[in-house]
Antibody
């Protein structure tokens, strides 16, 4: 069964850029949609963006600050979120597919000076 | 403020049935299928229901989903203590061209 694993720094300073990577355990990256989703403390889920076959789309509320990219050869896809503030403190998840049928375990990110 | 609306909490006693609602609009639930996710504290959401009423392999048939118009429901019958979790509804939104979620419902088994 495919495994997804997020990685990246647990703390980021305000105004800096958050960078996370999701590593996929099999070679299925070319066949699925790949999404980033976050969950702020005690709150609901928020979709950040999606990648599929060299095309991306982002949540309009984050579009000016978000970039999602894929390295198929390394079975990885990445998230970059610039100019972070405390409001970006959350657990960040990567998820697979048109039904978000597989999720990574999530990685907590705290924006703090 | 989440795009889809869920009650923040629900509860029931073991053996009872409970239903969780999810309300959206024409650009999401009204024109797309609904998924439900189960999330235990400190863990990632897990797909529970997809395509309004389909269960992935391994999900007990105590869990069922339905949709009518721009609203959807998750029903849990024969409630068990291990069902105590947060439940999130989700749907693709054609205006956003992305996923929208409900705020989540915390289910307590009394």
């Amino acid at each position: 069964q495919v495994q997804l694993q997020e990685s990246g720094p647990g703390r980021v300073k305000p105004s800096e850029t958050l960078s996370l990577t999701c590593t996929v355990s099999d070679g299925s990256m070319s066949f699925y949609y790949w999404s980033w989703i976050r969950q702020s403390p005690g709150k609901g889920l928020e979709w950040i963006g999606i990648y599929y076959k060299e095309s991306t789309n982002y949540n309009p509320s984050l579009r000016s600050r978000v970039t999602i990219s894929v390295e198929t050869s390394r079975n990885q896809f990445s998230l970059r979120l610039s100019s972070v503030t405390a409001a970006d403190t959350a657990v960040y998840y990567c998820a697979r597919g048109g039904n978000l049928d597989r999720w990574g375990q999530g990685t907590p990110v705290t924006v703090t000076a | 403020q989440s795009v889809l609306t869920q009650p923040p909490s629900a509860s029931g006693t073991p053996g009872q049935s409970v239903t969780i609602s999810c309300s959206g609009g024409a650009s999401n639930i009204g024109s797309r299928t609904v998924n439900w996710y189960q999330q235990f504290p400190g863990t990632a959401p897990k797909l529970l229901i997809y395509g309004n009423n389909q269960r992935p392999s391994g999900v007990p048939d105590r869990f069922s989903g339905s949709k009518s118009g721009s609203s959807a429901s998750l029903a849990i019958s024969g409630l068990q203590s291990e069902d105590e979790a947060d439940y999130h509804c989700a749907a693709w939104d054609d205006s956003l061209n992305g996923w929208v979620f409900g705020g989540g419902t915390r289910l307590t088994v009394l």
